[in-house]
């Protein structure tokens, strides 16, 4: 790439290397604009005489075709490519969804001197229309190869991010308590509530009952039987892991315990098992309060029908000091 001041009548087809203004501070042109055979007509009527420009070289791709390069290869999923000024291409979402991030090959791309990245972060959840994604290069211009280097990375590798949709999402809820079910529903129904409502859902399937081990599991099984997204266990009493009475219970329903403890605070009690596809979350603490816990980090992928690993909620401590 190569930046000369060059006469306005010859400047056609050739990038602006800075914004012109009009005298009174209204912007004409933005930097990075390709000049057409209009814009030297306006120029000339606004008296300028020569410009500052530059011109791609062999070997070299503008900064727009290359943002869209990349962009359409990062991104899968439920999602619009939309080309802004500056050299960027943004990611939007079409759909509610959750976005699922790659983080190291985020970064090895983000290596890279020609072209960078950004995303929401990993597991957050997105409404239709906005923007989860944004690709900028280096002004103007990227070599050639450094573009070929990073959607050849791209395409071994696969998409950095996806869009997963959030469509009619079903979620299961439990309310137990040693003495009375319905004791635990009034604690912790309206806060259940306020949750889901985050992420545009509500409780689907209730139940309620004294928190022993064959009542939760005879309610397990009648939740498990409407096959929702998730199913969440709000419990009054603050169990000790796999060994409790809930734990137990998800093993009675051949339940798998996936993971038992989470990096995350508030809620580090978190027992993640599955029966099949359908998450089962015991989250002792995290029903008692409106405030994010551990249960709004995991809560959109499960929504998503995406099947969290122990691995996955271990990430999680990076940032999982909520409060």
């Not at 009174?24 to 933005?30: F, M, S, V, Y």
């Not at 057409?36 to 503008?62: A, K, N």
């Not at 899968?76 to 050299?87: N, V, Y």
């Not at 009675?252 to 315990?257: A, L, P």
Request: charged share 20%; hydrophobic share 40%; aromatic share 4%.
């Amino acid at each position: 790439m190569r930046a000369q001041t060059v006469d306005v009548k010859s400047s056609t087809g050739r990038v602006l290397c800075c914004t012109v203004f009009r005298p009174g501070g209204k912007k004409l042109l933005a930097k990075g604009h390709v000049i057409s055979e209009e814009d030297v007509r306006v120029l000339e009527t606004e008296g300028l005489e020569s410009i500052w420009v530059t011109e791609l070289e062999d070997g070299e791709v503008s900064e727009d075709e290359a943002v869209c390069a990349v962009a359409s290869e990062m991104g899968c999923g439920s999602l619009e490519i939309r080309l802004a000024a500056g050299g960027r291409a943004n990611l939007l979402a079409t759909e509610n969804c959750c976005v699922l991030v790659d983080d190291e090959l985020l970064k090895q791309i983000n290596c890279t001197a020609s072209v960078v990245i950004a995303t929401s972060t990993n597991f957050s959840y997105a409404v239709a229309g906005q923007r989860i994604a944004t690709v900028k290069s280096a002004p103007f211009a990227v070599a050639k190869d450094q573009l070929q280097a990073i959607t050849g990375i791209l395409k071994e590798r696969g998409p950095i991010l996806q869009a997963r949709p959030v469509r009619t999402p079903t979620v299961g809820a439990l309310y137990t308590d040693p003495i009375s079910g319905e004791r635990a529903r009034q604690l912790f129904e309206n806060i259940m509530r306020q949750r889901l409502e985050r992420f545009g859902v509500g409780a689907n399937f209730v139940l309620a009952c004294t928190e022993d081990e064959n009542s939760v599991a005879r309610c397990l099984q009648h939740l498990l039987r409407s096959k929702p997204c998730v199913i969440l266990v709000a419990s009054t009493t603050a169990p000790a892991g796999p060994e409790d009475v809930i734990g137990q219970a998800m093993l009675r329903v051949d339940g798998q315990v996936e993971r038992f403890l989470a990096p995350v605070e508030p809620g580090n009690l978190l027992l993640l098992s599955y029966k099949d596809d359908v998450p089962i979350i015991s989250a002792p603490g995290c029903f008692r309060s409106a405030k994010p816990n551990v249960v709004d980090l995991i809560l959109p992928p499960l929504l998503a029908r995406y099947h969290v690993t122990g691995w996955e909620v271990a990430c999680l401590g990076h940032g999982g000091l909520l409060a």
